[in-house]
């Protein structure tokens, strides 16, 4: 569970940054997201996607429709069911 408040804390007065040393920040693996995110409702969703946002995470593991995206190259390389 991702826990978001309704009113954020104050920082002050001053901007606040937060910066990191690499480009990329990954979340997720395949158990987590078959084992965990099936049962999201929208409104998790929306807080997660929140969340992620505000932490930085730009590299998400996107699993829903893969096997349709692979079974359509497949069959477009000549490939069929048997095969």
Known sequence: NVFVPEIWPSIGSTPFAKHRNTPFSY???VCTHS???VWYDWKM???FIDWMAL????LMLAMTGQEQIQYKVFRALGLNDKD
Not at 55 to 58: E, L
């Open 27 to 29: 979340l997720m693996n």
């Open 45 to 47: 969703w929306e807080q």
């Open 35 to 37: 084992y965990s995110l």
């Open 55 to 58: 932490s930085g995470v730009n």
